[in-house]
């Protein structure tokens, strides 16, 4: 793989990851909500006015951008496995930013990602 493509698909994968601490933190604001009737509105204006989740959804919509030109140079078959770096991206920063627990189990977990990843890297 390219440094291009590579660069590309680490792009994608980091705007994706990116997205998904926005929208945690936008929701961190927000709070739990129940899937109720009553609560459409009153969470449809939270969800409306929240900076993070604007932001999470804008990394998004770049992400898939970036990850369609990705596509047109990279086999979707080695491309696709490198989202998993996602899962890496998202564990060390959920334990930084938000305090999640990252236990051995999770650890070992994605240790085995990172290998994974690399041999579906390796193999083009």
Not at 80 to 98: C, E, K, Q, R
């Amino acid at each position: 793989m390219k440094l291009l493509e590579f660069g590309l698909i680490l792009t994608g994968v980091l705007l994706n990851a990116v997205a998904q601490l926005l929208l945690k933190a936008g929701m961190r604001q927000i709070g739990h909500f129940e899937f109720a009737p009553a609560s459409l509105l009153p969470v449809g204006r939270s969800l409306a006015t929240n900076l993070p989740i604007y932001g999470g959804l804008a990394c998004y919509v770049v992400s898939v951008l970036v990850w369609i030109l990705a596509l047109s140079r990279v086999e979707v078959s080695v491309a696709y496995p490198m989202l998993s770096i996602g899962y890496i991206v998202n564990a060390a920063l959920a334990w930084w930013l938000f305090g999640e627990a990252v236990g051995p189990q999770r650890l070992l977990g994605i240790a085995v990602i990172i290998v994974g990843v690399v041999i579906v890297a390796r193999s083009h």
